[in-house]
């Protein structure tokens, strides 16, 4: 019968052949964590256990040897503390997107009555800003079926209630009244196809991450001109590279643009206040 510590072992090194040291011993502890519930503790003082898990741990490293994503395989990631189911039809959330969510936590200290999420995909935006804001309206828009699918059985699974709407941002007029608007929208162009990684275009939805146009910036400004005139506050995960371009574009409307970077020092965040019309930035 195989121990736990082998089984870990034997896990380290078939995957240590496709990633760095440092990934495949994050990728063993989270599969051993949240797949098995074996924690590194238990790895550390219980070594000998038997381990009853061959079958499916050959399955999920076969999975995971050709760059399947450790939360595709496992079928969720955590954020903020929900459980977030992710496939194929939804980004998996990212940390920079926690940033946000803490971000707007943050600013908004007074009452909120309403919030919109546009592009929610999986709803993690939604859901965790719900779990802070109890009393606050979530609305969160995405025009895949699909995601929404996905968002409103993550809306089940951590018991928050959230409305959710198929529309399509780019053609459609959003006519609920909010405090907030809050999005990552999708932002790289068809020619930067070539220089993204393969596992990311093989196995993350091309509807959330390709904009159908030649500016990047296209989602942003539809949802910033759809919501001028309203004394709204708009929040955006930006592509660094373009962050600049957003605040100018701000600029030359009149509208205040506050721009944040996140842990790792890019400017990943806006805030645009549609209430005020002076500009500013900040540095995280």
């Known amino acids: 019968m195989t121990s736990i510590k082998e089984a870990y072992h034997s896990a380290l090194n078939s995957l240590s052949q496709f990633y760095s040291v440092e990934e495949s011993k994050a990728i063993a502890n989270r599969l051993f964590d949240d797949g098995f519930n074996l924690t590194s503790k238990e790895l550390l003082l219980n070594p000998q256990l038997s381990f009853n898990h ?37 980004l998996i959330p990212r940390p ?21 999420d546009l592009c929610t995909g999986s709803g993690c935006i939604a859901l965790l800003l719900k779990k802070h804001f109890k009393e606050t309206k979530l609305i969160a828009v995405d025009v895949s079926e699909n995601a929404l699918s996905v968002a409103q059985e993550n809306a089940e699974i951590n018991q928050l209630n959230v409305e959710f709407l198929k529309q399509d941002v780019l053609n459609n007029v959003f006519t609920h009244k909010v405090d907030i608007v809050v999005s990552n929208p999708p932002y ?16 993350e939805p091309h509807l959330a991450l390709f904009v159908d146009d030649k500016d990047a910036l296209l989602f942003y400004k539809k949802i910033i001109e759809h919501f001028v005139g309203q004394a709204c506050r708009i929040y955006f995960e930006l592509n660094p590279l373009t962050a600049f371009e957003l605040k100018t574009f701000c600029e030359m409307k009149g ?13 990943r965040f806006a805030m645009i206040n549609l209430g005020e019309n002076q500009t500013t930035s900040l540095n995280s």
């Not at 970077?261 to 400017?267: E, H, I, L, P, S």
Request: proline share 2%; glycine share 4%.
């Open 96 to 116: 920079e997107t926690e940033e946000l969510v803490n971000w707007i936590i943050e600013l908004e200290v007074n009452t909120v009555n309403a919030i919109a």
């Open 188 to 203: 790289i162009i068809a020619e930067e196809v070539a220089l993204m990684h393969s596992n990311v275009l093989q196995y």
């Open 54 to 90: 061959e079958q499916l741990l050959s399955d999920y490293i076969k999975r995971l040897c050709v760059y399947e994503p450790v939360q595709h395989v496992l079928g969720f990631e955590w954020f903020g503390g929900l459980k977030i189911k992710v496939n194929p039809h939804v």
């Open 255 to 267: 509208i205040a643009c506050l721009l944040k970077q996140d842990m790792q020092g890019k400017w």
